[in-house]
């Protein structure tokens, strides 16, 4: 079963707005992480941004923050003031904290954003 | 800079033949992890190890195997290269299953 879905595949934004991506995920153990990469057309994998399961506060970095709500199971990314640098695809990802899933990274198919001037 | 190498950065393969991907990190990570990207899939993990001696298949292991050589070196070696292992393939890393990841620069293979 899908463990992070992300249902936008793709996007196009304008240059200085703010973009949302959504994420939603699946699991049932109380201890798991939640991460952003990012990866440009070049094609290495950026890390962006991480919320801790048991983190009472929303983590943000620099222009980007993650819209995490628990209870919907929902790690939505906020892109503010976007770049044309921006422009890339965005993987949510889940590390859950016990049994087989332990320490590995599970991966949405991604949102390819397009930042426009 | 520290952080993952990935030797090497493209190949062609005929089916058939074998090769083997190279990665070494200097972050002195316990945990190393191979992955695959396909279009509209994500990454995908292949294999990994969770530290020096041991390894497990993740979600996609067939066709596929790796050996943790020591705590640096993480190679996945492919002995019989088919079309559907045309993909990126990415190297990461981890001090433990609670930290971070640090990922390669990735290969990009085709099997003809």
């Known amino acids: 079963a899908q463990k992070i879905t992300q249902t936008q595949p793709g996007m196009f934004v304008q240059e200085k707005e703010a973009v949302t991506l959504d994420c939603t995920y699946d699991t049932s153990d109380p201890s798991y992480g939640l991460f952003w990469y990012k990866q440009p057309s070049s094609g290495e994998m950026i890390f962006l941004i991480y919320?801790?399961?048991?983190?009472?506060q929303n983590a943000t970095e620099g222009r980007y923050s993650l819209n995490f709500q628990k209870a919907r199971k929902s790690a939505n990314l906020v892109i503010s003031a976007s770049q044309l640098g921006d422009s890339a695809m965005y993987f949510c990802?889940?590390?859950?904290?016990?049994?087989?899933?332990?320490?590995?990274?599970?991966f949405g198919a991604g949102t390819q954003v397009v930042v426009t001037p | 800079n520290a952080g993952v190498t990935q030797t090497p950065k493209f190949q062609v393969l005929k089916t058939g033949q074998s090769m083997t991907l190279q990665c070494a990190q200097d972050?002195?990570?316990?945990?190393m992890y191979w992955y695959r990207q396909d279009p509209g899939m994500g990454l995908r993990l292949i294999y990994y190890s969770a530290s020096e001696g041991t390894t497990d298949k993740g979600e996609v292991p067939n066709g596929y195997n790796v050996s943790r050589l020591n705590k640096r070196e993480f190679s996945l070696r492919l002995e019989s290269a088919a079309p559907s292992q045309t993909s990126v393939y990415f190297c990461?890393?981890?001090?433990?299953?609670?930290?971070?990841?640090?990922f390669g620069s990735g290969t990009r293979l085709t099997v003809v």
């Open positions: 972050m002195n990570h316990n945990s």
């Open positions: 990461a890393s981890s001090e433990s299953a609670y930290g971070g990841y640090t």
């Open positions: 919320q801790g399961s048991y983190d009472q």
């Open positions: 990802a889940m590390r859950e904290g016990r049994g087989d899933s332990w320490g590995k990274l599970q």
